[in-house]
């Protein structure tokens, strides 16, 4: 195996951030696996690791106040439904809009993203254009392909450029009179690339074309409001928020959601049923229909506590430093080739390894202990445009270590060594 | 390495994971079968010559991890020749063994055995039947397009 002198490495992260303590905040971490290894998590884009408080919370709901929300007279459902409340007033002022309703919960960011495909897209006319771009999960890209299907619009995709970066003078040549909406990610789960999106819904709104974000790898990452954004849609998924799964938030504009008509239909999203006409609920309610995830909004609210309760700032320097760290180390390993090199990155790393495989590097990483995600990540129009069937990706939170980034550096060294 | 990552890794699934055998397009196939793992991109095109019921050319192209093109390739070699029934019998007997089903007769797998490493590794054990299932399809008279494992 090559051993790289330690006066060669990239200069570690300082202290500045008390990583041991953060890392006790998550009961996962530093776990040892049943072969002895010590797991080292590096698949934050996936799904993050979830902190004490917010495992406690979820129980403590369970325990002390289940209660359905919105329905119930006495004060075990008070109290849940205020708990409920709590936590979209907490998601309005993490991201700063203008008004709580304008929170809508759902399962995560595909439902949101679909949601306004099948609600918001009902005025849209065969002929009518919405634009995505080259790097978009398939949760943006398939929604507006059934609404080809269904009603005719026109998909029209905005390409990157090898960097993986958006140029924003093509952007003009794609927009036109029939252009409905823009979609766009926030941060590419692939690239990492961070789109210079408050410059790209100026642009936009000049052409008076509303615009979604879907934000679900930019939440961990970085400070979003989006009333200085003015963005129409922002989509995101709690648990890649250090939250639990199965709890999303769509935020819309107050005007587009009164616009809209409901999603899904049934209880609690009523003001009043009979067998000849029903009056829909106000916002939010109106897009949430059934009992929605109640101990999923706590949880979400507790990790938004958590995180407000870091210095974010300086937990963002920090994965950036991380992130530079490991690019650097990573340009060690003889055949790898990066895709993406933005100079505006959040720390989501995909590689490729001459004549390896992604699936068989996942498969030697994970016998030391160390899990990234192998595949074509959701996104197989980005893996065509770069010609890879499949890539490795690394992607790091605030809780992870250098220590982590030299094994995983080691073992790609390792992989080398028995696949080649 | 441990022991697992070496029944994985054998170096005969290396060594036809880098010079896969019957690697080729096959431009007059009497069957062609696609063969797709979607979760993990593997993705390999099976070309077939029958004549009098038995297998008189087999060739692959495509791309996927070690474990999948190893397979394919070893599959290409051994059934290359071989009658429709005796492939047939032989997906059996290599699908008992990947998914450790039942013990096969280690006798007539010989080199196809190198493959049961994957039976410590449930996620991988589809990569390995892959090139199987197409071969399968391939051989059945109404096959669809594509095969696949999931």
């Known amino acids: 195996m090559n051993v790289v002198p330690q006066s060669a490495h990239p200069t570690h992260p300082t202290g500045y951030w008390n990583i041991e303590r953060v890392r006790r905040d998550f009961p996962l971490l530093g776990r040892r696996l049943t072969d002895g290894n010590e797991l080292a998590y590096l698949d934050n884009a996936a799904t993050t690791q979830k902190p004490r408080a917010v495992i406690a919370a979820v129980e403590q709901y369970y325990r002390q106040e289940n209660a359905n929300v919105h329905r119930g007279v006495y004060r075990l459902a008070e109290r849940a439904t205020a708990a409920y409340e709590q936590a979209r007033e907490l998601v309005r002022e993490y991201i700063n809009a203008a008004e709580a309703h304008e929170i809508v919960f759902l399962r995560g960011t595909t439902e949101a993203i679909n949601l306004v495909a099948s609600s918001f897209a009902q005025r849209f006319n065969p002929g009518d254009e919405v634009v995505i771009t080259t790097m978009e999960h398939h949760a943006n890209i398939v929604p507006w392909q059934m609404l080809r299907e269904q009603r005719g619009i026109v998909l029209r995709v905005w390409p990157i450029s090898p960097s993986g970066e958006l140029d924003l003078y093509r952007l003009e040549g794609l927009l036109n009179e029939r252009t409905r909406l823009l979609a766009l990610t926030h941060i590419s789960n692939v690239l990492g690339t961070i789109n210079p999106i408050g410059q790209i819904i100026q642009l936009a709104h000049r052409h008076e074309i509303p615009v979604l974000i879907d934000g679900a790898q930019a939440v961990p990452h970085l400070p979003v409001d989006v009333q200085a954004l003015d963005c129409d849609f922002y989509c995101f998924s709690g648990h890649k928020l250090f939250g639990p799964t199965g709890i999303g938030v769509l935020y819309g504009k107050e005007r587009w959601l009164e616009s809209m008509p409901p999603y899904q239909t049934g209880g609690e999203m009523i003001r009043s049923v009979s067998f000849e006409q029903t009056t829909f609920a106000e916002l939010p309610y109106k897009f949430e229909a059934g009992t929605p995830h109640i101990a999923g909004a706590i949880g979400l609210s507790a990790a938004i506590d958590y995180l407000n309760a870091l210095d974010q700032e300086v937990a963002a320097r920090y994965e950036l430093e991380l992130l530079g760290y490991a690019r650097a180390r990573l340009h060690e390993i003889p055949g790898l080739r990066l895709l993406g090199e933005a100079p505006h990155k959040a720390p989501v790393i995909s590689f490729v390894i001459d004549d390896i495989h992604a699936h068989d590097l996942g498969t030697v990483l994970d016998e030391r202990g160390i899990a990234i995600r192998v595949g074509h990540h959701c996104a197989m129009p980005l893996m065509t445009f770069y010609g890879v069937a499949a890539a490795a990706r690394a992607s790091l939170a605030f809780y992870n270590t250098t220590d982590e980034i030299d094994r995983l550096v080691e073992g790609l060294h390792y992989a080398r060594e028995i696949l080649t | ?150």
């Open chain 2, 1 to 150: 390495m441990n022991g697992d990552l070496r029944d994985l890794y054998q170096e005969i699934i290396l060594e036809h994971n880098r010079s896969p055998r019957n690697f080729r397009v096959m431009p007059d196939a009497h069957r062609r079968v696609s063969a797709d793992n979607p979760l993990c991109g593997d993705s390999y095109q099976l070309f077939l010559k029958l004549d009098g019921g038995r297998i008189v050319d087999i060739s692959f192209q495509g791309s996927g991890c070690a474990i999948s093109k190893a397979s394919v390739s070893m599959l290409s070699e051994r059934v290359m020749g071989a009658s429709i029934q005796e492939a047939e019998k032989l997906f059996q007997s290599v699908h008992a063994l990947l998914t450790g089903e039942q013990s096969a007769q280690s006798e007539q797998l010989g080199e196809l055995e190198a493959l049961a490493g994957v039976r410590n590794y449930p996620i991988r054990v589809k990569c390995a039947t892959l090139g199987w299932h197409a071969l399968k399809q391939a051989l059945e008279e109404d096959q669809p397009e594509t095969a696949t494992t999931e």
